[in-house]
T-cell receptor, first 113, second 111 residues
Framework: DAGVTQSPTHLIKTRGQQVTLRCSPK?????VSWYQQALGQGPQFIFQ???????QRGNFPDRFSGHQFPNYSSELNVNALLLGDSALYLC????????????FGSGTRLTVV | TQLLEQSPQFLSIQEGENLTVYCNSS?????LQWYRQEPGEGPVLLVT?????EVKKLKRLTFQFGDARKDSSLHITAAQPGDTGLYLC???????????FGGGTRVLVKP
């Protein structure tokens, strides 16, 4: 049973560019959340998607946007990249009715130069 | 400002010693989770505690949720090198709500 799958695993982008990260949730999960983890820090919540709608959002600018598809997979888009956007981006999935059953992916390491 | 404060930030001990990691907040959480994260990997859920005063044991790991549901601790007995990693606590203010993570405690168990 595959867990949460994220792609790509590593990415290098230039300041000002745009990036799209992808996440396939664990089988049976319908809710996807995205987190940003800067080096040496704990993850910070970006947003959560359920039924193709953004349900909750953390304290991130509008440059961060997302989407959830009918098959429950999700994308995280970041526009106008800044050096400070360099981080590990984690996707976590669960079923909507199991509030605490989170499974995390291994993340996408984004480096902005 | 971290809503959840973890201490210590770093802990280095010898194999066989005990250790305790603390997770404190001024806010009440409906549930609190502990994760372990290894380099290049995502966090892996160890336990979820939901009731004030609750104690859960997972082999050599003991987790406690404070009576007021504002703090938690993780105690490892007879630590082994395989316990090395980044330990993260994360709280949810309401059921189904976003997780707020602490800054993490990096544990190194030397053989």
């Amino acid at each position: 049973d595959a867990g949460v799958t994220q792609s790509p695993t590593h990415l290098i982008k230039t300041r000002g560019q745009q990036v799209t990260l992808r996440c396939s949730p664990k089988s049976g999960h319908d809710t996807v959340s995205w987190y940003q983890q800067a080096l040496g820090q704990g993850p910070q919540f970006i947003f959560q998607y359920y039924e193709e709608e953004e349900r909750q959002r953390g304290n991130f600018p509008d440059r961060f946007s997302g989407h959830q598809f009918p098959n429950y997979s999700s994308e995280l888009n970041v526009n106008a990249l800044l050096l400070g956007d360099s981080a590990l981006y984690l996707c976590a999935s669960r079923t909507w009715d199991r509030e605490n059953g989170y499974t995390f992916g291994s993340g996408t390491r984004l480096t902005v130069v | 400002t971290q809503l959840l404060e973890q201490s210590p930030q770093f802990l280095s001990i010898q194999e066989g010693e005990n250790l305790t990691v603390y997770c404190n907040s001024s806010s009440v959480f409906s549930s609190l989770q502990w994760y372990r994260q290894e380099p290049g990997e995502g966090p892996v859920l160890l336990v979820t505690v939901v009731t004030g005063g609750e104690v859960k044991k997972l082999k050599r790991l003991t987790f406690q949720f404070g009576d007021a549901r504002k703090d938690s601790s993780l105690h490892i007995t007879a630590a082994q090198p395989g316990d090395t990693g980044l330990y993260l606590c994360a709280g949810a203010r309401a059921a189904g709500n976003k997780l707020t993570f602490g800054g993490g405690t990096r544990v190194l168990v030397k053989p």
